[in-house]
């Protein structure tokens, strides 16, 4: 088995991101995403290869000055169990810790595969009030997901909400 390889996702990788949303989407796996927004966000995502091929995609979206969210993990289904969601993953934090994140979360259904890498269940406010209130003006649905605004619940049941403290 060929190696997996993460590169910074390009505009013309959008086309593989859509066909991964709309298998994942209807089974309410993952969010649905316009494609304007995958566009207007590309330089958030990292793209996983084999053979030259993309074949996972993943993005790190900072909300605040310590404080970004993995999101959009999506493996093909050919290609699970197979490291590429990992690779995404370390791929990510990496980005994270460069840019001097220091917490990371996550909104996921995939509870034990972010546990593998020291994400832990979290609940209640991980921001200051004066914070939330900043992020309130955010037109991003992912930050109204992560503070639980009542016009995204429907997106969010069943959701865990894990934390990831990096390393100074």
């Keep these: 088995m060929s190696e997996i390889k993460v590169r910074s996702a390009k505009t ?8 991964l949303i709309a298998i994942y989407a209807p ?5 649905k995403k316009e494609i304007i ?3 207007e966000d590309v330089q958030e995502f990292v793209i996983a290869e084999r053979d030259g091929s993309p074949v996972g995609y993943g993005a790190l979206h900072v909300l605040w000055e310590d404080l970004a969210e993995v999101r959009s993990v999506a493996v093909h289904p050919d290609f699970k169990r197979q490291g590429v969601g990992a690779a995404v993953v370390e791929a990510l934090l990496v980005r994270a810790k460069e840019l001097g ?5 996550c909104l996921t259904f995939e509870d034990k595969f972010f546990s ?3 994400f832990l269940p979290t609940s209640g406010p991980l921001v200051e009030h004066d914070v939330y209130s900043q992020m309130l003006k955010s ?3 992912g930050v ?3 503070l639980d605004l009542e016009r995204v619940k429907p997106n969010t049941l069943g959701n865990i909400r894990m934390l990831l403290m990096l390393p100074n």
Excluded: H, N
């Design 116 to 118: 593998k890498f020291g």
């Design 12 to 19: 013309s990788d959008v086309d593989f991101m859509t066909s």
């Design 101 to 105: 994140i220091r917490r990371v979360f």
């Design 27 to 31: 089974k309410r796996s993952m969010l």
């Design 37 to 39: 927004t995958l566009y």
């Design 139 to 141: 037109e991003d649905e």
């Design 144 to 146: 109204a997901e992560f």
